[in-house]
């Protein structure tokens, strides 16, 4: 067998990738190092902005009135968010789950919070189950005033099922 010749003190070929990489390696510290330092600044001038009660912007001064008309509308837009939010909506959704039988069959519910009323469309198995099942949702909390909007009998059902609208006032919500 025949001895191997290595040799780990000369090597220039790696030493020239090793003090490639090193020199790449420290120059993309230096640069992480920089843009790490820069978003701290940024995020000092924002907080102290924010402290200050400074709009979001690139000026601490005022924007003019296009800007702060900007800001009104969007603080109106947030505060309609929120208040649809806050409506009681579990409670109509447990409502009308509760006051439903096997007799109805719900296809849609769309509360419209703006006029406090909620639309409920659906299939009863007949007149008598609508009827029961109206009376059951005046009787809840979250619903008075329900009335039928529109009804048709359901072509190919020979029992005489119902497909209906009910329109009810939405309690608990402010118009």
Same mark, same amino acid.
């Given at each position: 067998? /025949?001895?191997? &010749?290595?040799?780990?003190? #000369? !090597?220039? $070929? @790696?030493?020239?990738? %090793?003090?490639?990489?090193?020199?790449? *390696?420290?120059?993309?510290?230096?640069?992480?190092?920089?843009?790490?330092?820069?978003?701290? /600044?940024?995020? &000092?001038?924002?907080?102290? #902005? !924010?402290? $200050? @009660?400074?709009?979001? %912007?690139?000026?601490?001064?005022?924007? *003019?009135?296009?800007?702060?008309?900007?800001?009104?509308?969007?603080?109106?837009?947030?505060?309609?968010?929120?208040?649809?939010?806050?409506?009681?909506?579990?409670?109509?959704?447990?409502?009308?789950?509760?006051?439903?039988?096997?007799?109805?069959?719900?296809?849609?519910?769309?509360?419209?919070?703006?006029?406090?009323?909620?639309?409920?469309?659906?299939?009863?198995?007949?007149?008598?189950?609508?009827?029961?099942?109206?009376?059951?949702?005046?009787?809840?909390?979250?619903?008075?005033?329900?009335?039928?909007?529109?009804?048709?009998?359901?072509?190919?059902?020979?029992?005489?099922?119902?497909?209906?609208?009910?329109?009810?006032?939405?309690?608990?919500?402010?118009?």
């Amino acid at each position: 067998m /025949r001895k191997l &010749a290595i040799d780990f003190v #000369r !090597a220039p $070929a @790696g030493r020239r990738v %090793g003090l490639a990489l090193l020199v790449a *390696g420290l120059t993309a510290s230096a640069g992480a190092i920089g843009y790490f330092s820069k978003l701290e /600044r940024t995020k &000092a001038a924002l907080e102290s #902005r !924010a402290q $200050a @009660g400074a709009p979001y %912007g690139k000026s601490s001064r005022s924007g *003019g009135p296009v800007e702060n008309e900007r800001l009104r509308s969007r603080i109106a837009a947030t505060t309609a968010v929120m208040s649809a939010l806050n409506r009681p909506w579990e409670q109509l959704f447990s409502d009308v789950e509760s006051a439903g039988t096997s007799d109805i069959g719900l296809l849609g519910l769309e509360p419209d919070p703006r006029r406090a009323e909620v639309r409920i469309s659906g299939e009863a198995r007949d007149g008598t189950a609508l009827s029961e099942y109206i009376t059951a949702l005046e009787s809840t909390s979250s619903l008075k005033r329900v009335s039928l909007s529109q009804h048709e009998l359901v072509p190919g059902q020979n029992q005489g099922a119902l497909r209906f609208v009910l329109v009810g006032t939405w309690m608990g919500v402010r118009r």
